[in-house]
């Protein structure tokens, strides 16, 4: 069984940094890995993805502001925010595939465990 747990949410102004972090405990050997995001009455995105072999993918919104990457020692996701803005705002989730191939095209239903999210807040 693989527990994700988020942190490092909170809330910052326009243009301004967050990294939020994802730990990982259980086997996750041969997972790839996800950043999502839901805001109210939106179907949960995928905005940043890491391949076993450290391939990235992201979506558009988000190239060149957000930077996805996993400390393998540690066992933990992280997404590095910057330029942030206010449509960024929404509670943001990890979640893992047991494959070696994850994107951000790939539907959520394609993941097999999540964790609890946490939320970002930007504001203008």
């Known amino acids: 069984q693989v527990q994700l747990v988020e942190s490092g949410g909170g809330s910052v102004q326009a243009g301004g940094s967050l990294r939020v972090s994802c730990a990982a405990s259980?086997?996750?050997?041969?997972?790839?890995m996800g950043w999502f995001r839901q805001t109210p009455g939106k179907e949960r995105e995928g905005i940043a993805t890491?391949?076993?072999?450290?391939?990235?993918s992201y979506e558009d919104s988000v190239k060149g502001r957000f930077t996805i990457s996993h400390d393998n020692a540690k066992n933990t996701l992280y997404l590095q925010m910057s330029s942030l803005k206010p449509e960024d705002t929404a509670i943001y989730y990890c979640?893992?595939?047991?494959?070696?191939?994850?994107?951000?095209?790939?539907?959520?239903?394609?993941?097999?465990?999540w964790g609890q999210g946490t939320q970002v807040t930007v504001s203008s």
């Open positions: 259980g086997y996750t050997n041969g997972f790839c």
């Open positions: 979640a893992a595939r047991l494959s070696s191939y994850c994107s951000v095209s790939l539907f959520t239903t394609s993941y097999d465990y």
């Open positions: 890491i391949d076993t072999d450290g391939s990235t």
